[in-house]
């Protein structure tokens, strides 16, 4: 069973710096693509960015260059580095995985952009 644990989302002024990390159990983050999706109210989950094994990296037109993806192997974790943020970057942003065929999902954690 794979867990993931989302954290460090909150309230930010808009121009500001989040990063949300992602602790994931086992050994998954050095063996399989990750990614972090988010949604918004009222809105379909849509990917933020993903990152494979061989730390090739993608971004939603809406974020890139100001938002960035890593992994940290030894630690077994993804970040989401989120830089210049913008109102409508407002969501529940979750971390993901496919592990054999089968996805999971973290619990979630909130980001508010707001003045």
């Known amino acids: 069973q794979v867990q993931l644990v989302e954290s460090g989302g909150g309230l930010v002024q808009p121009g500001g710096s989040l990063k949300l990390s992602c602790a994931a159990s086992g050994s998954i983050v050095r063996f399989y693509a990750m990614g972090w999706y988010r949604q918004a109210p009222g809105k379909q989950r849509e990917l933020v960015a993903g990152i494979t094994s061989g730390n090739s990296t993608n971004y939603a037109p809406s974020v890139k260059g100001r938002f960035t993806i890593s992994r940290d192997s030894a630690k077994n974790t993804v970040s989401l580095q989120m830089n210049s943020l913008k109102p409508e970057d407002t969501a529940v942003y979750y971390c993901?995985?496919?592990?054999?065929?089968?996805?999971?999902w973290g619990q979630g954690t909130q980001v508010t952009v707001s003045s």
């Open positions: 993901n995985t496919g592990v054999y065929g089968v996805t999971y």
